[in-house]
């Protein structure tokens, strides 16, 4: 049984399967890439009872799947390396491994276009340091409304 904690993963197999009382799951298996339990597999089960299918669905779009029908699952790409949380849980003196997808999703429109040019004219100062230091060609601050401030 695979410790508890945090590991680097990639997908190594996916597919449809049911639960003992018949709900229907989507099961992940994922294969550690790093580490001491490199090539352990742990798996994660994505079921879709009535008590379950938000958890199931908050999982799903963790791995990468941004669509509404089910049916399109397994065709869909899914983000390939993950890191995964490994807990374990003990049900009638049997210990069992619970897997959580642990991801960063991003927020669109969190900042505008002119937000992220006045960040780079704030801090040119740090991208010519780092260019001097690497022997790169400095580049000059971005103008006002510029459309190429990182070409």
């Known amino acids: ?25 989507y099961v992940v298996e994922f294969e550690v890439t790093h ?3 490199m090539y352990t597999r742990v798996t994660l089960r994505c079921t879709f009872s009535e008590g379950a299918a938000k958890i199931a ?12 029908d089910l049916s399109t699952l397994d065709a ?13 849980r003990v049900v009638d ?5 619970d897997v959580s997808v642990i991801a960063w999703v ?19 100062g740090a ?7 690497l022997g790169l060609p400095e580049q000059p601050a971005p103008e006002p409304g510029s459309d190429d401030d990182f070409t």
């Open 1 to 25: 049984m695979i410790p508890a904690g945090s590991y680097q993963t990639r997908i190594a197999q996916r597919g449809w399967d049911k639960t003992q009382r018949g709900d229907p799951q």
């Open 93 to 97: 003196s049997k210990t069992y491994v």
């Open 35 to 37: 580490g001491r339990e």
């Open 57 to 68: 669905v908050e999982q799903l779009r963790r791995l990468g799947w941004r669509g509404v």
């Open 127 to 133: 991208f010519a340091e780092i260019d001097r230091r």
């Open 106 to 124: 991003p927020k669109p429109g969190l900042y505008s276009a002119e937000d992220l040019r006045a960040l780079s004219r704030r801090r040119h």
């Open 76 to 88: 869909a790409t899914l983000n390939e390396r993950h890191t995964i949380e490994a807990t374990h």
